[in-house]
Each structure stands twice: as C-alpha cells, then as structure tokens.
T-cell receptor, first 110, second 114 residues
Framework: AQRVTQPEKLLSVFKGAPVELKCNYSYSGSPELFWYVQYSRQRLQLLLRHISRESIKGFTADLNKGETSFHLKKPFAQEEDSAMYYCALSGGGSARQLTFGSGTQLTVLP | GAGVSQSPSNKVTEKGKDVELRCDPISGHTALYWYRQRLGQGLEFLIYFQGNSAPDKSGLPSDRFSAERTGESVSTLTIQRTQQEDSAVYLC????????????FGPGTRLTVT
C-alpha cells in the first residue's frame, strides 16, 4: 500500500526565514512525487513534481529514496507563500491516481 | 480557457437522502478523477475514468457510492442513502493525455449530511 505522511499540520515562519515542509512516503516501487498547493479561496494546483527537478516560486524538493522523503524547501519565505501544501504520490501506471498527505498549513508572518 | 467546474458548490442534505454531484472537466481531457476530503485530512481517491475504458472504482468506500461518465464529458458522483460520515468536500480533477503528470482540480462540492 502507498502512504504519504506530512507530520506538521501547522507551520509558521517569519518572512525571509527558510522554510521546510516535510513529506515522507511509503511505496514499494518507483514513485512519482508531487507538491500541490492551495492558496486561500483558490483551487488546488500543482506546485512542482520531482521528475522535472525544477524550482517554482523559489521552492525546490528533492526525492531522497534512501530516506523515502520529498521535503519542500525555500530559502527565504514570502508572505504570499502562506497556503495549504499537500505532498502527493503517484504509483505510476496508466491511472496515476494520487495519494495525498494530510497537508501542512504554512503561515508566513510579516 | 475554462477550468474544471463542479456543481453544486454546497449541498446540505438529510441523512438517508440521495445526492448527485456533477463535474465538468476541461475540454479534451481524457482522464477524470473523483477525490474526497474530510475535514483535517488529505484527499482520498474515489474513482478514475479514462476515455471509454472501464472505470477504476477501487477507492469507492461502499456500494452506496457510484459514478458515471459519458465518453470524455461530464461525470456525476451519486451517493445513495447518505450518512453523516459522508460529509466532506468532493473534488473532481481532470488530466490530459499529453501531460500525464498534472491533474487540474475543480473548486469542489462541500457536502453536509445532517
């Protein structure tokens, strides 16, 4: 069975401080990992995926297969980063349905 | 272009009644998913449609839940004899065949069973 764990429900940091949102997963094969974000009063949207190794809005995430982690990081948080962040896993195959973590509410304080 | 739309945005129903939720995917998207999000929890996969193939119903929690989709268009999720534990936000997402990595989510339907 596949599972995604986000240990922090709430995370607060000050503007300009580094931020790391933790994500651990369990999956027996080679997973595809994603971070989705939901800003206030907006719909859920893709932030980044591990396969593209890209940086979006200053965020990066590295897949660590040894630690089964996919933590989301940003060196200098901005107030507009305040949102709900979900880590998600896809086991591949044609369906590609996502297994989501329970989410972390990030608040960036001025 | 228009994104995924869902209706109604909110639905309050009495325990034991049937409800029908609707999802309009992005035009041309072949894949469609339904998820459920209970308060304070992550999204749970319910069902997946891909073109005219048989749907993947592995996430449906009970036989009170069913969903239909005609071709690559609208989908409806039906919950029969609703229970209080069915209260949740029901999210629909669609995905194109050319970009298998990104699901586009609708705004959700908030269902409250009293």
């Amino acid at each position: 069975a596949q599972r995604v764990t986000q240990p922090e429900k709430l995370l607060s940091v000050f503007k300009g401080a580094p931020v790391e949102l933790k994500c651990n997963y369990s999956y027996s094969g080679s997973p595809e990992l994603f971070w989705y974000v939901q800003y206030s009063r907006q719909r859920l949207q893709l932030l980044l995926r591990h396969i593209s190794r890209e940086s979006i809005k200053g965020f990066t995430a590295d897949l660590n297969k040894g630690e089964t982690s996919f933590h989301l990081k940003k060196p200098f948080a901005q107030e507009e980063d305040s949102a709900m962040y979900y880590c998600a896993l896809s086991g591949g195959g044609s369906a590609r349905q996502l297994t989501f973590g329970s989410g972390t509410q990030l608040t960036v304080l001025p | 272009g228009a994104g995924v739309s869902q209706s109604p945005s909110n639905k309050v129903t009495e325990k034991g009644k049937d409800v029908e939720l609707r999802c309009d995917p992005i035009s041309g998207h072949t894949a469609l998913y339904w998820y459920r999000q209970r308060l304070g929890q992550g999204l749970e996969f319910l069902i997946y449609f891909q073109g005219n193939s048989a749907p993947d119903k592995s996430g449906l929690p009970s036989d009170r839940f069913s969903a239909e989709r005609t071709g690559e268009s609208v989908s409806t999720l039906t919950i029969q004899r609703t229970q209080q534990e069915d209260s949740a936000v029901y999210l629909c997402a669609s995905r194109s065949g050319t970009n298998p990595y990104e699901q586009y989510f609708g705004p959700g339907t908030r269902l409250t069973v009293t």
